[in-house]
């Protein structure tokens, strides 16, 4: 349930009888909205051609009818443009800018879709450049309910460049998941938004700063202009981990668009294990060491001999007999054959498809030569042949691509074969199991594990392209992992997500040109996110104190917030450490919002024993538990882990132990890396509390 909104005011309130004349037109576009619905579900399915043709028509039409959902609490519209008579496209009209697109009984619109070209304007007319617009209206609702609105005429007179309607939207209080920005969206937002599908995006952007929402109505806006497209070939979205997923998974469907698949990385190349076989699976987890190196961009080379290795020369030649003949192929007509073949670049498995065919071929050749007139159905039942089945399986084998990974992890003679002149023997030895699996199915594989047979299994079958993929938080992949989420969009385009400053795992990313190259996509543009929109600005200003340290590179970020937020450092004994927890906690429960008590992982058995037995009610983030309760993100108090705190935000923050957390990651700087992240969740008012003393970096409070 959404928390309650504050009244929005505005410097000049407007006059009754226009706020009423608006509020007409939003109860009359709702009933245009009801009528659309009710239109759509009168649609007869049964009217189809055939069965196929009725399955779709039915899937077509539930579809319809999801994207035409009112939900009452949030306004249909939240702009209105007002056009210039001249204007060419316009001419003088009036639009209502809403999430989705309204139209009357005679099919003119009533609300536009934000992501039509008309309403451009709405997010980047400005007095140096109106486009036409006479005046910009901006409308203040509470609960779906409109109370007030605000005008800026941009052909005459001062504009002013505060909103209070705009900065009320963006600072509002809320409980639950998070929510669209179509009425908050920034000029510069509103470019990355609004890029070609042509054109891969990678956006570093500062905590508060929106990309996650940039990067989601951006998939939106793609799936509105390139809607045939995309529908057939795909949008994914690649999150951290699944809290994650759960907590943007309303944003898209609240913008009307269902099709869009989500899913992380772990997702992603499970996927592959599973289609391999059903009992391949994650079950394991590497050192930090060992993880770091299985992400490293070397284990391509690594993987690609290591499969290519398999194709051998013949050491006999081809014998097939063919009615009262038999007809022979040298070896070296085999090797021209095999040379051939791997010249053309293509993938291991559709090669060895091929050797067939070229085998049965060059027999073809053969009984030409004799004097035989054979046709395509005898090339055809050669390469079916027995002999030749059995030649190709020794020459160019079939590979499990998990069997293969488990060959090199576990066999130092293969590895050493593989790795030569890539791996250093330290890095050799490194890489392989202590006790070497039997058979894939028993493996305790873990996540870097799987990304390797995924780099296998794209160089025996390419892995199919999407259209557009959404990389969040993509600092955190490694190498490997990059490659991954780059085959799936390989003739497709990409929007790249993500902070240098908040890389939190080993194998991070250092320089966004290289994650770009192991993502297959160096010519995307670089696009830099430096306005803080949500964090207050003595909570950024505080937390930007490890800038120096974490990311020396990086322009520090500013909150656009004319509130300064509020920002509390307290240092207790630690016996009195969950007493002055409680109160914390208490008090920002107490307050409109959402709160979220962020701990060390380590920490997090204690933290929930206390809160659980002073009865403070509170959802645990990442409890998978099949009778946890309450859910994730739908009551005021979630207990976020610190590995989980990435990519949320809460109205209130209370911030358990930092050394602790600090001390938690592989090594020191990743956990001030880490420490950032947490500091910069909060949207008004952040509590450190502590025992230990704060990480140096910090400074004095």
């Given at each position: 349930m959404p928390?309650?909104?504050?009244p929005?005011t505005?410097?000049?309130?407007p006059?009754?009888?226009?706020l009423a004349?608006?509020?007409?037109?939003?109860?009359?576009s709702?009933?245009?909205l009801?009528?659309?619905?009710?239109?759509?579900?009168?649609?007869d399915?049964?009217?189809?051609?055939d069965w196929?043709?009725?399955m779709?028509?039915?899937s077509?039409i539930?579809?319809r009818?999801k994207?035409l959902?009112?939900?009452?609490t949030?306004?249909l519209f939240?702009g209105?443009?007002?056009?210039?008579?001249?204007?060419?496209?316009?001419?003088?009209e009036r639009f209502?800018?809403g999430?989705?697109h309204v139209?009357?009984e005679?099919?003119e619109?009533?609300?536009?879709?934000?992501?039509?070209?008309?309403?451009?304007?709405?997010?980047?007319a400005s007095k140096?450049?109106p486009?036409g617009?006479?005046?910009r209206?901006?409308?203040?609702?509470?609960h779906?309910e409109?109370?007030?609105y605000?005008?800026?005429?941009?052909?005459e007179?001062?504009v002013?460049?505060?909103?209070?309607?705009?900065?009320?939207?963006?600072?509002?209080?809320?409980?639950?998941?998070?929510r669209?920005i179509?009425?908050t969206?920034?000029p510069?937002?509103?470019?990355?938004?609004?890029?070609d599908?042509?054109?891969?995006v990678c956006?570093?952007g500062a905590?508060?700063t929106g990309?996650?929402?940039?990067?989601?109505?951006?998939?939106?806006f793609?799936?509105?202009?390139?809607?045939?497209?995309?529908?057939?070939?795909?949008v994914?979205?690649?999150?951290?981990n699944?809290?994650?997923l759960?907590?943007?998974?309303d944003?898209?469907?609240?913008l009307g668009e269902i099709?869009?698949?989500?899913t992380?990385?772990?997702g992603?190349?499970?996927a592959t294990l599973t289609?391999?076989?059903?009992?391949?699976?994650?079950r394991?987890?590497?050192?930090?060491?060992v993880?770091t190196?299985?992400g490293d961009?070397?284990?391509?080379?690594?993987?690609?001999?290591?499969?290519?290795?398999?194709?051998?020369?013949?050491?006999?030649g081809?014998?097939?007999p063919?009615g009262?003949r038999?007809?022979r192929l040298?070896?070296?007509?085999v090797?021209e054959?095999?040379?051939?073949l791997?010249?053309?670049?293509?993938?291991y498995g559709?090669?060895r498809?091929?050797?067939?065919?070229?085998?049965?071929?060059?027999i073809?050749?053969?009984m030409?030569?004799?004097?035989?007139s054979?046709?395509?159905?005898?090339?055809d039942?050669?390469a079916?042949?027995?002999?030749v089945k059995?030649?190709?399986?020794?020459?160019?084998?079939?590979?499990?691509?998990?069997r293969?990974?488990?060959r090199?992890?576990?066999?130092?003679d293969a590895?050493a074969?593989?790795?030569?002149g890539v791996l250093?023997?330290?890095?050799?030895?490194?890489l392989?199991?202590?006790r070497?699996?039997k058979?894939p199915?028993s493996?305790?594989?873990?996540?870097?594990?799987?990304?390797?047979?995924?780099?296998?299994?794209?160089?025996?079958?390419?892995?199919?392209?999407?259209g557009?993929?959404?990389?969040?938080?993509?600092?955190?992949?490694?190498?490997m992992m990059?490659?991954?989420?780059?085959?799936?969009?390989?003739?497709?385009?990409?929007?790249?997500l993500?902070?240098?400053?908040?890389?939190?795992?080993?194998?991070?990313?250092?320089?966004?040109e290289d994650a770009l190259?192991?993502?297959?996509?160096?010519?995307?543009?670089?696009?830099?996110l430096?306005?803080?929109f949500?964090?207050?600005?003595?909570?950024?200003?505080?937390?930007a104190r490890l800038l120096?340290?974490i990311?020396?590179g990086l322009?520090?970020?500013?909150?656009?917030?004319r509130?300064r937020?509020e920002?509390?450092?307290?240092?207790?004994?630690?016996?009195?450490?969950?007493?002055?927890?409680?109160?914390?906690?208490?008090?920002?429960?107490?307050?409109?919002?959402?709160?979220g008590?962020?701990?060390?992982?380590?920490?997090?058995?204690?933290v929930?024993?206390a809160?659980?037995?002073?009865?403070?009610g509170?959802?645990?983030?990442?409890d998978?538990?099949?009778?946890?309760?309450?859910?994730?993100?739908?009551?005021q108090?979630?207990?976020?882990?610190a590995?989980?705190a990435?990519?949320?935000e809460f109205?209130?923050?209370?911030l358990?132990?930092?050394?602790?957390?600090?001390?938690g990651?592989?090594?020191?700087?990743t956990g001030?890396?880490?420490l950032?992240?947490?500091?910069?969740r909060?949207v008004?008012?952040?509590?450190?509390?502590?025992t230990e003393?704060?990480?140096?970096?910090?400074?004095?409070?």
């Open positions: 928390a309650p909104t504050p929005t505005v410097p000049d309130s006059s009754a009888p226009d004349a608006e509020r007409d037109h939003l109860a009359a709702r009933s245009a009801t009528r659309m619905r009710e239109r759509t579900a009168a649609l399915s049964s009217a189809a051609g196929v043709s009725r779709y028509l039915e077509a539930f579809a009818m994207a959902a009112d939900d009452p949030v306004p939240f209105r443009l007002d056009y210039d008579p001249g204007h060419a496209d316009a001419l003088g209502y800018i999430r989705r139209s009357d005679a099919g619109p009533m609300v536009v879709d934000w992501r039509a070209r008309i309403s451009l304007a709405f997010y980047r140096a450049e486009m617009v006479v005046l209206r901006r409308f203040g609702f509470q779906g409109m109370t007030a605000e005008d800026e005429a941009l052909l007179g001062v002013e460049d505060h909103s209070e309607i705009l900065e009320s939207e963006i600072e509002r209080p809320r409980v639950g998941p998070m669209d179509v009425a969206i920034q510069e937002q509103d470019v990355i938004v609004r890029s599908l042509d054109q891969s956006v570093q905590p508060g990309k996650t929402a940039v990067g989601l109505h951006r998939a939106a793609l799936l509105y202009s390139h809607r045939d497209q995309l529908s057939r070939q795909g994914l979205v690649v999150g951290p699944a809290s994650f759960r907590y943007i998974g944003v898209l469907p609240a099709d869009a698949q989500q992380t990385i772990e992603l190349v499970g289609r391999l076989n059903a009992k391949y699976a994650v394991g987890a590497d050192e930090p060491p993880a190196l299985k961009a070397r284990l391509a080379e690594v993987l690609h001999r290591a499969l290519w290795s398999r194709v051998q020369p013949p050491t006999e081809l014998l097939v063919r009262s038999r007809w040298a070896p070296y007509e090797e054959v095999l040379a051939a791997r010249a053309r670049g293509v993938r559709a090669a498809g091929m050797l067939a065919q070229r085998l049965a071929h060059g073809l050749v053969k030409e030569d004799s004097g035989d054979p046709d395509d159905r005898v090339q039942a050669v079916r042949s027995r002999e059995r030649y190709v399986d020794q020459l160019w084998p079939p590979v499990d691509p998990a293969l990974v488990l090199l992890l576990g066999d130092p590895l074969a593989a790795a030569e250093t023997a330290e890095e050799q030895a490194l392989l199991w202590d070497p699996f058979a199915t493996a305790r594989w873990s996540l870097a594990d799987a990304v390797l047979i995924d780099e296998v299994a794209d160089l025996v079958e390419r892995t199919p392209s999407l557009h993929v959404v990389a969040d938080e993509a600092q955190d992949l490694s190498p990059l490659r991954a989420v780059g085959r799936r969009c390989s003739t497709g385009s990409t929007t790249v993500g902070d240098l400053a908040q890389a939190t795992t080993p194998w991070a990313s250092r320089s966004w190259r192991h993502l297959g996509k160096p010519d995307a543009h670089i696009e830099q430096t306005k803080g949500r964090v207050p600005g003595e909570v950024i200003e505080y937390a120096p340290t990311a020396p322009e520090p970020p500013t909150s656009v917030r509130t937020g920002l509390e450092v307290v240092r207790v004994e630690d016996d009195e450490l969950l007493d002055r927890l409680a109160a914390l906690v208490g008090t920002a429960v107490d307050r409109v919002g959402s709160v008590l962020i701990t060390p992982d380590v920490l997090l058995p204690r929930v024993d809160l659980t037995r002073a009865g403070t509170h959802a645990v983030l990442g998978e538990s099949a009778d946890a309760a309450p859910v994730e993100f739908q009551v108090l979630d207990v976020v882990p590995s989980l990435k990519g949320l109205d209130h923050v209370v358990l132990e930092p050394a602790a957390l600090v001390a990651e592989a090594d020191h700087v001030l890396r880490r950032y992240v947490c500091l910069t909060a008004t008012s952040l509590a450190v509390l502590h003393d704060l990480p140096p970096e910090l400074g004095s409070p």
